[in-house]
């Protein structure tokens, strides 16, 4: 029987964290957003999400849409008015979201590291109280200098690698997602440290790149695998956020 995958993709924070992403990517002002550029990224990063799981496109589409209204807006001529009324910008009511949202994620992070803080001062009664379990894992994902839409990319830049000879066709698969995450832990485990690309080395079959990178992300929400990359721009490495490195029950 063919079943779908059940992989909670919560690790994916939306259509303004991925625009503060790109711009932080260009190097620009938020103010002075180069929303040419900016709309064909965000564009290819939509391709890939799609390619996933078009369930969770939905509320990136809108932000496409947006930003290829400005993009339209911003290349039609202008004419200058008799009255020489000063134009509003498309994009300050864009860039008045963004600076929003980037001032309530920063206050979550500082509020997050103060309670961090407090933790060790004041230990919770109630945390000592309980057993460690083996499934027991931390709110905070180990990626370390390494932002999901930098995973989503290189998936994107391997998809295009890997499959631009071979025509597009729907196909669905079956098998469990829990096979897919032992065959990675399984992978991980025999070397140090296992590099992106090398993960996906001899996999030619468009579902079973989807099946293993989902699987990589689910691994990492687990807490069962860490992704760091040491160097700007050179490839992601992967390893074993534990030394046991037990392989994932289907249950």
């Known amino acids: 029987m063919t079943s779908e995958y059940k992989v909670d993709l919560d690790i994916y924070n939306g259509p303004l964290d991925l625009l503060l992403y790109l711009i932080r990517r260009e190097e620009v002002n938020i103010c002075d957003i180069p929303i040419a550029r900016i709309t064909d990224q965000y564009l290819q ?13 939905g509320d990136f589409l809108v932000m496409a849409a947006t930003l290829m209204y400005i993009k339209s807006y911003m290349l039609l001529p202008r004419t200058e008015t008799k009255d020489e009324e000063e134009v509003e910008d498309p994009r300050s ?28 001062k004041c230990t919770r009664i109630h945390q000592e109280l309980l ?7 931390d709110d905070a994902l180990p990626l370390e200098g390494v932002s999901v839409w930098d995973l ?28 897919y995450m032992n065959v990675v832990l399984e992978r991980v485990r025999l070397h ?7 993960l996906f080395v001899g996999i030619k079959e468009r579902r079973q790149i989807i099946g293993f990178f989902l699987a990589l992300l689910e691994l990492v929400r687990l807490n069962r695998i860490k992704i760091e990359q040491i160097v700007n721009y ?3 490495q992967i390893s074993l956020h534990s030394p046991e490195g037990v392989l994932v029950d289907k249950n």
């Open 131 to 137: 057993m460690e379990t083996p499934d027991k894992k």
């Open 45 to 57: 990063y939509v391709e890939a999400l799609q390619a996933l799981d078009m369930n969770i496109v």
């Open 192 to 198: 140090t440290s296992l590099s992106f690309t090398n």
């Open 234 to 236: 050179e490839d992601i």
């Open 93 to 120: 009511s864009l860039v008045k979201q963004l600076l929003e949202y980037k001032r309530y994620k920063e206050s979550t992070f500082a509020l997050a590291a103060r309670a961090a803080e407090w933790e060790k």
């Open 152 to 179: 989503l990319q290189r998936f994107s830049q391997l998809m295009k690698q890997t499959l631009s000879d071979i025509s597009t066709k729907v196909t669905y698969d079956d098998t469990p997602i829990h096979e």
